[in-house]
């Protein structure tokens, strides 16, 4: 079963307008760390937000926010006021404890498009 | 401050051959995780390196290893290269394995497979 869910494969906004991406994850750890990753075209994965299972405030960072919902088991990243630039693919990605490190479970991504 | 980085940037090689991909965490971090990224997914996890020591392990074949160095950069080896090896190999920081601090990752490497 997959343990982060990115239902969007793609996503069109228009410049100014704020987009929401979907992510949802399955993990019976009562601990554990959801992260935000955006990957232009280039290749770099770059970190934009990150929401902790304990954290009792959903999680901001200027232009993104994340709309974390632990019933559910959502974490919505949310981009405010688009811009062209953020045209990219977006990573929704949990950390899992691997004995006795961590990796990073990552779904497949949506891809933003920002049109002017 | 330097990021992490990764060399080399791209490389071609043929089937059966070997391969060393290069990375130096950010200054400090102490951890460095290894990742490959198929054309049209998200990154799955390879390895992740801790004080010289592997603490995790992905469900990758014994063809892929990797080593930490005392200066914490780190190489990742894959062996008897196939086809399906094709991918954007990824290589991630952190201060350590446990932290809650987010992994940064390089550029990457691009190997290509002919």
């Known amino acids: 079963a997959q343990k982060i869910t990115q239902t969007q494969p793609g996503m069109f906004v228009q410049e100014k307008e704020a987009v929401t991406l979907d992510c949802t994850y399955d993990?019976?750890?009562?601990?554990?760390?959801l992260f935000w990753y955006k990957q232009p075209s280039s290749g770099e994965m770059i970190f934009l937000i990150y929401q902790g299972s304990y954290d009792q405030q959903n999680a901001t960072e200027g232009r993104y926010s994340l709309n974390f919902q632990k019933a559910r088991k959502s974490a919505n990243l949310v981009i405010s006021a688009s811009q062209l630039g953020d045209s990219a693919m977006y990573f929704c990605?949990?950390?899992?404890?691997?004995?006795?490190?961590?990796?990073?479970?990552f779904g497949k991504g949506t891809t933003l498009s920002v049109s002017s | 401050d330097a990021g992490v980085t990764q060399s080399p940037t791209h490389l071609i090689k043929t089937r059966g051959q070997q391969v060393t991909l290069r990375c130096s965490p950010i200054s400090g971090h102490k951890s460095v995780s290894w990742y490959q990224q198929v054309l049209g997914q998200g990154p799955q996890f390879i390895f992740q390196?801790?004080?010289?020591?592997?603490?995790g392990r992905g469900n990758f074949p014994d063809r892929f290893s990797a080593r930490q160095f005392p200066n914490y950069s780190s190489e990742l080896n894959v062996n008897a290269l196939l086809l399906g090896d094709s991918a954007l190999y990824l290589c991630?920081?952190?201060?350590?394995?446990?932290?809650?601090?987010?992994?940064?990752f390089g550029d990457g490497t691009r190997l290509s497979i002919l």
């Open positions: 991630a920081s952190s201060p350590d394995p446990n932290s809650n601090q987010p992994q940064h």
């Open positions: 390196y801790y004080e010289k020591e592997e603490r």
């Open positions: 990605a949990m950390r899992e404890d691997n004995q006795a490190g961590t990796a990073l479970i």
């Open positions: 993990t019976s750890d009562p601990s554990y760390g």
